[in-house]
């Protein structure tokens, strides 16, 4: 257990991906609109973003809450202008009425993407079949990360979801490194390192006067400091 693991943190404006940054961020994902759990931010609070801080920066491309592809045409028009300022890696996941991966839909935006490094996210945890997701996506050129908390409800009930994944790391549909997040707390950690999990997301966790607030970099740095420990 003695890589480093990657912290990623949400940040919604400049000010968070600072204070993230000087927290112990390895890597930041870009949303706005929280209310809907995080939708493509604009092209300027993007380049606001990679202009204030150096670590890496994952964009979500996502239009409305849920996990509906809707309007692909506009998300690929929002991919295009943000490839355009400069955004190399994204966040995308979608799924269809059934619960089954939309590949119409994310296999167009991949297409827009053209090798760029991408996250599924927590579309995953209302798929039908999260298996038969992953093995759906596996050749998909970019996937490198699954954002998971194995289930719905968080990683208090996903966890041994979470836990027989990381074993299956490296066998077909489970190659993607696993990021968890959602409902993640300190307490999860230790656990997750020990069974080879080394990708942790958060963000109501790096501002605890909620939402509201910006991110605090002293909050990000307990997350680092106690990640480093549990090596």
Sequence with gaps: MSERAVLEVIALNAEDAVAAES????????????????????????????????????VM??????????????????????RSEGAEEFVLGFLDAEGH????????LVAE????????HRAIDRAADRDAVRKQ??????????????????VDTGLPTLLAEAERAGQPGYAAEIL?????????LPVLRAAGVNAFHIGGAARPGGWAEAVSASAVGEWRSVLDEAR
Excluded: Q
């Design 23 to 58: 927290g112990g961020a390895d890597r930041l994902e870009l949303v706005t609109d929280m209310a809907a759990d995080g939708l493509t931010p604009p092209v300027e609070t993007f380049a606001a973003i990679r202009a204030a801080v150096d670590i890496p920066l994952r």
């Design 61 to 82: 491309l996502r239009s409305a809450d849920g996990f509906a592809a809707g309007d692909v045409e506009a998300l690929v028009k929002d991919a295009r202008a943000l």
């Design 101 to 108: 991966a939309d590949l119409v839909a994310v296999e167009r």
């Design 113 to 120: 993407l053209e090798g760029c490094r991408w996250t599924f």
């Design 137 to 154: 996506l596996a050749d998909l050129p970019g996937l490198d990360t699954y954002l998971t908390a194995g289930s719905a409800e968080g």
């Design 180 to 188: 968890v997040g959602g409902g993640l707390r300190l307490e999860h």
